[in-house]
């Protein structure tokens, strides 16, 4: 639905060109909620920006439901963006206008008479739940409720494609869930292709079916995001998801892992595991075949698209080729084995 062909951006600025977006391939499947994740600065905005070519690629493509959008004429492009949804941060509402008159403002943009904006406006107000707002003016709305009518609005044209530029990053978590879940139903009722940037983490976690992660304009690594939390090929991936994960060392022991291996020291593993492996009991066999002693630091399990993921966090003390055996036996079980450093034999104890 959506393709992204060697899309590059650049700007020049007083100190020489920058680039913004450097050869992005990317591909948004038909019904598909895709996110893309990255700092602020990696070129997201930009990125969707580009998407409904607000932003004009320096180079590539932008194929959007099998159109070429760089190769349309300027009505040609517009006719093509009223198939293109747009949500932003900060709602962009008209505070002089009702709920119901927002949404329906690019109708009336379209020459609609009311009797056909009534009709498609009145079941996008009870699909975002804003029925009996739809006379209250803006500032009467809370946060969540003014993104569903910013939301509503992005319906209004009936789009194939719904973009979504940072949407929640204003809101509180709790909002933040039920938005998330409006656009999972969205796209289910109305059989919508989203795509969506963040900087959050739970986001991804919550929302989306597939991962790219964006850094410095450079596309490092997309993803399922169930593969993408459990084997992350990145170190800025790692980050993000330990962020997200809660799976971080205690602080009085990360104070003192060392990078290397030293005399009379033990390392310190973090484990990430999905299917099978998250449910069984990988310590007792690393306890009982290996000959190892196990001290747990940090473990959770958490379902990420309806899949297990453990997370877990341990001090290993033992034989050099039994640790060695251990890492092994978890390698085939299919469990990414992280050595995250190394501590001295007195700071953790073992049982």
Known sequence: MIILNNLSKNYLTPSGEMIALDHINLHVKPGEIYGVIGKSGAGKSTLIRCVNLLEKPSEGQVIVAGEDLTTLTPPELRAARRKIGMIFQHFNLLSS????????LPLELLGKNKKEIAAIVNPLLELTGLTHKKKDYPQK???GQKQRVAIARALATEPR????DEA???LDPETTFTILDLLKNIRDRLNLTILLITHEMSVIKNCCD?????HHGKLLEQNEVSEFFVHPKTDIAKKFIASSLSQSLPPPISELVLASAEENTHPVWRLRFIEKAATQPIISQ?????????NILQANVEYIKKQAIGIMIIALDGEKNKLQQGMEYLQKLNVLVEVIGYVRN???PFA
């Not at 690393?286 to 196990?294: A, E, P, V």
């Open 210 to 214: 597939r991962v790219g992660l964006l």
């Open 97 to 104: 206008r009702t709920v119901f008159d927002n949404i329906a």
């Open 168 to 170: 929640t990053s204003s």
């Open 346 to 348: 007195d700071i953790i």
């Open 141 to 143: 709305l809370s946060g």
């Open 286 to 294: 690393l306890i009982n075949q290996y000959n190892l002693r196990i």
């Open 161 to 164: 494609v719904l973009l979504s």
